[in-house]
T-cell receptor, first 113, second 114 residues
């Protein structure tokens, strides 16, 4: 079964700072990778996804993630955060051909105005 | 278009009781998955249904069950509730079986077992 690790569960940063959240997964086969975001009081929303092709994926709201197969990583980045980026971010993976998602424990990100 | 609708939003039950949660997927979506979210364990997969058939099941005891109807609406049932079943239960829908995890999530049902 797949597993996902996210580090630095609580991140506090100021507006305009850069954000990088790490995600590592363990699974030997082909995977699909996702980042979901949960804003305060809202439901989980898909931020971006990687199925195949260019390992640098761009998502909504200026977020991007890079898939590094050799490192089993899918790190999320944003060059300049805003107060509205305060949310919990979840990395998820599923094995190709299986819709069962394995989630990381999440990163609680607080952006101070 | 309407999103994924879960009812009820909040539930309080006592130990030993059973509970049924409902999920209406986005119109046209045929795949429905259920997840349990707790502070300690995070988001854990419960099961997935497609065209009224259970396709995948997570590592939960048999007290957790589900079904899907012909209109793609899904229900999950938890019998003989335990305190540890207190959680946010999330439903997610996808257009097709092969949409590979690109799910739209509902707001969840918050279950509290006392």
């Amino acid at each position: 079964a797949q597993s996902v690790s996210q580090h630095n569960h609580h991140v506090i940063l100021s507006e305009a700072a850069s954000l990088e959240l790490g995600c590592n997964y363990s699974y030997g086969g082909t995977v699909n990778l996702f980042w979901y975001v949960q804003y305060p009081g809202q439901h989980l929303q898909l931020l971006l996804k990687y199925f195949s092709g260019d390992p640098l994926v761009k998502g909504i709201k200026g977020f991007e993630a890079e898939f590094i197969k050799s490192k089993f990583s899918f790190n999320l980045r944003k060059p300049s955060v805003q107060w509205s980026d305060t949310a919990e971010y979840f990395c998820a993976v599923n094995a190709r051909g299986n819709n069962r998602l394995a989630f990381g424990k999440g990163n609680q990100v607080v952006v101070i105005p | 278009k309407a999103g994924v609708t879960q009812t009820p939003r909040y539930l309080i039950k006592t130990r030993g009781q059973q509970v049924t949660l409902s999920c209406s997927p986005i119109s046209g979506h045929r795949s429905v998955s259920w997840y349990q979210q707790t502070p300690g364990q995070g988001l854990q997969f419960l099961f997935e249904y497609f065209s009224e058939t259970q396709r995948n099941k997570g590592n939960f005891p048999g007290r957790f069950s589900g079904r899907q109807f012909s209109n793609s609406r899904s229900e999950m049932n938890v019998s003989t509730l335990e305190l540890g079943d207190s959680a946010l239960y999330l439903c997610a829908s996808s257009l097709d079986w092969d949409r590979q995890g690109s799910y739209t999530f509902g707001s969840g049902t918050r279950l509290t077992v006392v």
